[in-house]
């Protein structure tokens, strides 16, 4: 009976430790939100297409706190922008919302995003985000799109303005609002997947 009894708490430890080794070498995306303000369906559906493709999700942003979603979402961030250390990770999402706004002239997200450009790594944005993008220079002479209300000021830092729901220039991804925030998340993917 002992030995039965040894040989499934073996067997669980076992069980236990491979699960716990898959999910460190599941590769990691970084969704960057405001802590109050960002938009629910641009962080939630992305966030379940890359879980479904294998991927962990980590959110990130300027506080701990229970962050609030536009919609009344509520999510806890898993990490403080301020940690980032972009080698965890294949790719950085800003995620939109008014709070978004908060990361146009943050040095700090300007540094992330710069960082992810430099690597090789995806860069991406969507609604009012890719602002934060252009205003950290990545999207001059780049095709990109964004919330329409702020397409001068991608623009006026260099962006081609397509208008279109979703757009690839290289390794940055640009989207253009919450309709588009499913094509948006398989196009990371799809990039991702290369």
Same mark, same amino acid.
């Given at each position: ?5 040894? %040989? @499934?708490?073996?067997?669980? =430890?076992?069980? =236990? ?10 590769? !990691? ?5 405001? +802590? ?6 641009? /962080? /939630?559906?992305?966030? !379940?297409? @890359?879980?479904?493709?294998?991927? !962990? ?22 990490? /403080?922008?301020?940690? %980032? ?9 800003? #995620? $939109? $919302? #008014? $709070?978004?706004?908060? *990361? ?11 960082? @992810? *450009? ?20 990545? /999207?001059? +002479? ?7 209300? &702020?397409?001068?000021?991608?623009? +006026?830092? $260099?962006?081609? *303005?397509?208008?279109?729901?979703? &757009? ?10 919450? =309709? ?8 990371? #993917? &799809? &990039?991702?997947? !290369?």
């Amino acid at each position: 009976m002992l030995k039965k009894i040894f %040989v @499934f708490l073996i067997a669980i =430890f076992v069980i =236990f430790n491979f699960c716990k080794a898959e999910e460190v070498n599941m590769k !990691k995306i970084l969704l960057i939100i405001a +802590n109050n303000g960002f938009r629910d369906e641009e /962080l /939630l559906k992305p966030k !379940k297409i @890359f879980e479904e493709n294998g991927f !962990k999700p980590v959110i990130a942003s300027t506080s701990l706190n229970t962050a609030q979603g536009m919609l009344g979402a509520k999510v806890k961030p898993d990490i /403080l922008i301020s940690e %980032v250390n972009v080698d965890d990770y294949e790719a950085v999402v800003f #995620v $939109g $919302g #008014v $709070g978004a706004s908060g *990361y146009w002239n943050d040095p700090l997200a300007h540094k992330i995003a710069n960082e @992810f *450009y430099n690597k090789g790594k995806i860069v991406s944005a969507i609604c009012i985000a890719p602002v934060t993008l252009a205003n950290a220079g990545l /999207l001059k +002479n780049k095709k990109a799109t964004v919330w329409e209300s &702020e397409a001068g000021q991608i623009k +006026n830092k $260099g962006a081609q *303005y397509t208008g279109k729901p979703v &757009e690839k220039d290289g390794k940055i991804i640009t989207a253009s609002g919450p =309709f588009a925030a499913e094509e948006f998340g398989r196009t990371i #993917v &799809e &990039e991702l997947s !290369k």
